[in-house]
């Protein structure tokens, strides 16, 4: 673990996330080393909206190889960096 309380598989998964973002979600305006791990995704953050949602998902499955099943899970994985890298993780530990 690292000083923020991180393992390196994590900080590596958060550093793709945000590659993810930017070029997935085509936000030219936006550097990836500028998103913050504990910022919002969507509205107050980055000012994502619910189609954006639905190519994150896409975007996770496709890069990531996880399913986000439903609603309620995607809210809470979508909080933040943070909350993103942590789901990805225990789903990749879960289905290994």
Do not use: W, Y
């Amino acid at each position: 673990m690292n000083g923020n309380g991180t393992n390196a598989a994590e900080h590596g998964v958060k550093q793709k996330l945000k590659e993810i973002l930017v070029s997935g979600l085509r936000l030219h305006t936006v550097a990836p080393e500028s998103i913050t791990d504990d910022q919002a995704i969507f509205v107050d953050g980055l000012g994502l909206d619910s189609i954006d949602a639905l190519e994150l998902v896409v975007l996770i499955e496709e890069h990531f190889g996880i399913a986000i099943p439903d609603e309620e899970i995607g809210r809470a994985a979508f909080a933040s960096i943070n909350a993103l890298a942590a789901f990805v993780c225990a789903e990749q530990a879960r289905n290994s």
